[in-house]
């Protein structure tokens, strides 16, 4: 509250500051998309129509595209803008990507590439896997490639994480230092886990360079995963990093999966200036028909994914909510008691119903003696924003 106040207060002093608020959710808008913004910081009509001619009228405001009318003078498109500050953003980051493609300086020799490809085919073959496919190949070559920045587009499952084990094991026989960054801590966990590349997130690799430290070196490679969710200015801010550094830069995502939190569609737009690979083929799962689903949900037919599921019995439905919450519960308590390898996931729209959830499942692991085991015991209960919490060992 205290925050909107403050905001409120500058945005009636400086109604321009406006388009600092829009920026930090989307780099191109139009004028309903200011108009909007400021309905929420300024009352009345005539101190809002002032302060949307202040915005239309400011030097920090670019008009990126005229507003599209017909032959009958109807407006067919509106017009788009941007500020001079994103518009910069963009130009470095298009700039830096360009000069780091141009400059190939990162080869790996090919008797490193072939050998930890040979080495990650065998051990997923003796995971019972079919082995490395015809992209995972091309993939690995293309990064491991001489160009300082690579990029690759792959849908969930189709096989990223070991293309990168692989090319992890090139570039460190080619004397490279490898490492990992993520938006999210999860991610980044997850990169470290099936790729083997120590891995951070990009808040923490960027407090780092803040403070003067974690400088990257010119035989570091930096991959970053999940690019697709990374914004204009804070993907930015690494490729002028690697570029200055004189390190090389991979990306790695899917720009159709979720979208940035940040302004901008950074990683599609490096990915077409600079060139990219394609994974398509999804391996994650056995299946054929899990496969195609799979495929159908990155690319936005959730209807004709939802259907493949449906047509193997593996959506069902309950009577009411009740009868649903009481379901999920008895089958992830005897899904836990069946098989001990690996986490379950129980998923719920509303917050009220993930608390339902957890608190049922965890009476029934109570109730037969699975928590509070081990040498700390008991149960410890703790002061959070949602209340007192209740953990024990095993929870």
């Not at 953003?89 to 990162?106: I, L, N, Y």
């Not at 394609?278 to 994914?305: I, K, M, Y």
């Amino acid at each position: 509250e205290e925050a909107a106040q403050r905001n409120k207060a500058v945005i009636r002093e400086k109604p321009e500051q406006v388009l600092t608020l829009i920026t930090n959710e989307k780099s191109v808008f139009d004028r309903h998309d200011i108009a909007r913004t400021l309905h929420r910081y300024v009352d009345g009509a005539d101190a809002f129509q002032s302060a949307l001619a202040k915005v239309m009228a400011s030097p920090a405001l670019v008009e990126l595209q005229p507003e599209q009318r017909d032959e009958r003078g109807l407006v067919v498109e509106p017009a788009r803008y941007s500020t001079r500050e994103m518009v910069g953003v963009e130009r470095a980051m298009a700039a830096g990507a360009d000069h780091m493609a141009a400059t190939h300086s990162f080869g790996v020799a090919p008797q490193h590439v072939e050998a930890a490809l040979d080495r990650q085919d065998v051990a997923i073959r003796q995971a019972g896997g079919i082995g490395l496919s015809d992209e995972q190949l091309v993939a690995v070559e293309h990064i491991t490639g001489a160009s300082r920045v690579a990029a690759t587009v792959g849908l969930a499952g189709a096989g990223k994480s070991t293309m990168l084990a692989a090319a992890r094991e090139a570039w460190e026989a080619q004397g490279y230092q490898v490492h990992g960054a993520a938006l999210a801590g999860k991610a980044a966990e997850g990169l470290e886990e099936s790729s083997g590349i120590a891995s951070r997130t990009l808040a923490s690799w960027s407090r780092g360079w803040d403070r003067g430290f974690d400088r990257l070196a010119s035989n570091s490679v930096l991959v970053i995963d999940e690019a697709g969710m990374v914004g204009s200015k804070q993907l930015s801010r690494f490729i002028t990093e690697a570029d200055q550094a004189g390190a090389k830069l991979v990306l790695v995502g899917d720009p159709e999966q979720l979208q940035p939190i940040g302004a901008g569609a950074a990683f599609r737009a490096v990915a077409e200036r600079v060139g990219f690979v394609e994974l398509e083929g999804v391996r994650r799962q056995r299946e054929g028909w899990q496969r195609a689903a799979s495929v159908d949900f990155g690319r936005h037919r959730t209807a004709e994914g939802l259907a493949a599921y449906a047509d193997h019995g593996a959506i069902q439905f309950a009577e009411t909510g009740d009868h649903a919450r009481g379901e999920i519960v008895r089958d992830v308590v005897a899904d836990m008691a069946a098989r001990s390898d690996g986490s379950r996931l129980v998923l719920a729209h509303r917050r009220a119903d993930v608390r339902e959830l957890n608190e049922a499942i965890r009476v029934v692991r109570q109730d037969r003696g699975e928590l509070g085991r081990g040498e700390a015991g008991g149960e410890f209960t703790y002061q959070t924003s949602e209340g007192a919490r209740a953990f024990a060992p095993g929870d």
